[in-house]
């Protein structure tokens, strides 16, 4: 099995994760058999691996709370919502505010100005 992560996860190398990215969901392949989907709760770094700890996993089913990778192993994590939720009203904003400066002055001839 060779997970490539899905559409809208952000491939990153273990070696370049963080403490910013303490905290969000992610996703990667540990071993032929298996892929991982879970909350960074911690992230060690040693010489020739990264350590990966996940929040709420404490052995349930028999899962590993924590994953060595290689530093070049690829880990996907998922958009950060409030980030891509506020880029998004920012776009929105900005198309308005084109909008009316665009639209400024503009009057249909049929209109009588307003009474005062």
């Keep these: 099995m ?3 992560g899905t559409g809208n996860e952000k491939a990153l190398p273990a070696a370049e994760l963080n403490r910013t990215h303490i ?3 992610v996703s990667f392949q540990p071993d032929e058999f298996t892929v991982v989907f879970g ?3 911690a992230i060690a770094r040693k010489e020739g691996g990264v350590t990966i700890a996940l929040e709420g996993v404490d052995g349930v089913g028999g899962l590993p ?3 060595s990778l290689p530093p070049s192993q690829n ?3 998922q958009p950060d ?3 891509n939720t506020e880029s998004t009203i920012k776009d929105l904003f ?3 505010q084109e909008n009316l400066r ?3 002055g503009d009057q249909r001839p049929d209109s009588e100005p307003p009474n005062v």
């Design 39 to 41: 909350r960074i709760g």
């Design 94 to 96: 900005g198309k308005v």
């Design 65 to 67: 709370s924590h994953y």
């Design 102 to 104: 665009g639209h400024k």
């Design 75 to 77: 880990v996907y994590l």
């Design 23 to 25: 905290g969000q969901t």
């Design 81 to 83: 919502m409030l980030t």
């Design 2 to 4: 060779d997970y490539l």
